[in-house]
């Protein structure tokens, strides 16, 4: 309930502060400031063709695609990074390196790779998380307390039953917190994919709000990619750091 009051509060303060700088003071153009009556109205107009479900639809298909491929592609880097010293030593180095540079600087590759589609979208999704994921496999197995392995090898755990029973369920907490960074990287790499193509999506749906200067269709793109991403978090990480706090006792 608090959260309603909130949000009710917070549009009430942006409707107030559109009216005072446009209708009042005429400080701003209306077509360069956004209204929550003139977002949830440009809403409307674009359910009436199901445009806007269908862009969210897909691009939340293509977000999670290209996130599975990079959780499969991050994960195994992790873990051979963290096994053979060799790789700890030069290959983090220039992943960390990637991992600094904007999903945005892909695009040209995919789309000379790719051309403009799908899979060049993904590409850019997996390239902008992969990286994270793999650097938050590393460092949840470097945190795991040295105890736990030597309590292992002194039961005589082999190698297989050391990542069955130690490393992966101690790593657990930490590898979901990754895995939650790692879908931020996706989804924010998966609009920088979008707006450079010409498929429906919620990227491409912000690009024709810029071209029709449209600034509450843009706004109001922007807010269901907050929507999408709150509801992810809340629905799946958060519900899975839950259950896994509770089972230890911690939450």
């Not at 809403?43 to 445009?51: A, K, V």
């Not at 945190?143 to 130690?166: D, E, F, H």
């Not at 990287?185 to 010409?198: I, P, S």
């Not at 709000?209 to 600034?215: K, M, P, Q, S, Y």
Request: one cysteine or more; hydrophobic letters at 55%; a positive charge.
């Amino acid at each position: 309930m608090g959260i309603i009051i909130f949000v009710v509060i917070l549009l009430a303060f942006w409707q107030g502060g559109y009216y005072l700088c446009v209708d009042i003071l005429h400080l701003c153009k209306s077509y360069s400031v956004p209204s929550p009556v003139g977002v949830v109205n440009r809403f409307i107009e674009l359910c009436e063709d199901g445009s806007i479900f269908q862009a969210t639809g897909l691009s939340l298909l293509r977000g999670i695609a290209g996130f599975a491929i990079a959780v499969l592609i991050g994960v195994a880097i992790g873990f051979l990074i963290n096994h053979f010293g060799y790789l700890q030593k030069n290959l983090k180095p220039i992943i960390l390196g990637i991992q600094t540079l904007p999903s945005v600087c892909w695009v040209p590759f995919s789309i000379l790779w790719f051309g403009l589609s799908t899979q060049a979208i993904i590409f850019v999704v997996v390239m902008g998380s992969a990286f994270s994921i793999s650097i938050s496999v590393d460092n949840a197995i470097k945190n795991i307390q040295p105890i736990y392995y030597k309590a292992a090898l002194t039961m005589g755990a082999t190698k297989r039953q050391m990542y069955s029973y130690v490393v992966f369920p101690a790593a657990l907490p930490e590898l979901i917190s990754g895995l939650k960074q790692g879908w931020s990287f996706a989804w924010r790499a998966l609009m920088a994919g979008e707006v450079m193509t010409t498929s429906i999506s919620l990227g491409q749906t912000l690009i024709m709000g810029r071209d029709l200067a449209d600034i509450n269709q843009v706004a109001l793109v922007m807010i269901i990619i907050i929507l999408v991403g709150i509801i992810i978090d809340k629905c799946i990480f958060s519900v899975m750091e839950k259950r896994v706090l509770s089972k230890r006792g911690l939450a």
